[in-house]
């Protein structure tokens, strides 16, 4: 098996880790062919020049880096081996890959895979979530500084910043069974994977290979309720309450009195109205053998 090695140097561990990693691989007797992108929006055509001398994709880096690489997996279906070396690393968590590179390593040797879903919005892919309302402000008040100053404790902190200024705001959701469902709002999610946001659950039964989007709403009137739902958004479990509208579906349509600009992996992409679908089985990863993609 002969990979494409696309490595973010830019990511928390990126520089630390990258040696590591390629010692890995090596006693492996894995061949690879390594290309260091300037910057994300270079890692799809770095996939499709690769695509006839190379068997698979591996990207060592964060959700954003993950997420950039997309149109090109899709373009030329190569598998994608994963090196969880951002601040958040949600996909991984959600295909159970270890952050421990020894063992993320083996399960690209191992060469299990699984095919997953992807999200769509407005022509943007997403692996995770893509949502709209107080993650978009979030995102904004995240930087490169602040996530490695602090990690994974970067998205708390943010989002305590990030809810001081958030206002709730109307929107019209279409299902694709023609139900219409008007809400008042602080954030919209639409999840397609199960893990975001540095470990936050869209939903307790959330899964990246189910075909179907999982939506919840906030529909929040005392800033005290979010309080209340913080520990079970960890888990999936925020669901539960009255004030959080949620649902399954393949495609929703969303639309907002003004533009209001959509997150998608962690980066601000897009702008309502919004049309949201599911693309089923789009990707093969690499998973761990004990695990199943879900």
Avoid at 236 to 262: L, M, P, Q, Y
């Amino acid at each position: 098996m002969k990979a494409l090695l696309l490595v973010n140097r830019n990511s928390r561990k990126g520089k630390e880790k990258l040696e590591e990693a390629i010692d890995l691989l090596r006693e492996s007797g894995l061949e690879w062919i390594e290309a260091t992108p300037k910057n994300p929006g270079m890692i799809a055509d770095l996939i499709r020049q690769h695509q006839k001398k190379v068997d698979c994709v591996i990207i060592g880096g964060g959700d954003g880096t993950l997420n950039a690489a997309i149109p090109g997996l899709v373009d030329t279906q190569l598998p994608l081996g994963i090196l969880p070396l951002g601040t958040a690393n949600d996909l991984a968590r959600t295909l159970g890959i270890p952050n421990a590179l020894a063992e993320a390593c083996r399960v690209i040797t191992e060469a299990k895979m699984a095919r997953i879903d992807l999200g769509w919005v407005n022509g943007k892919y997403f692996f995770n979530v893509a949502s709209i309302g107080l993650s978009v402000q979030i995102t904004r008040k995240l930087n490169k500084d602040t996530k490695q100053k602090w990690g994974v404790f970067a998205y708390p902190i943010a989002a305590i910043q990030a809810l001081e200024q958030s206002r709730p705001f109307r929107a019209e959701l279409v299902l694709d069974n023609g139900e219409r469902r008007h809400v008042k709002t602080i954030q919209i999610a639409v999840g397609n994977g199960r893990h975001y946001g540095g470990g936050m659950t869209v939903a307790s039964h959330a899964a990246i290979d189910d075909q179907q989007l999982d939506v919840y709403s906030l529909n929040l009137k005392h800033w005290w309720q979010l309080l209340a739902i913080l520990p079970g958004m960890r888990s999936g479990d925020h669901t539960s309450w009255s004030f959080v509208d949620n649902f399954s579906c393949r495609e929703v349509k969303v639309k907002t009195a003004r533009r209001r600009s959509i997150n998608t992996d962690g980066e601000i992409t897009t702008q309502t109205p919004a049309h949201f679908r599911v693309v089923p089985q789009a990707l093969k990863v690499f998973v761990p053998v004990n695990e199943s993609s879900s």
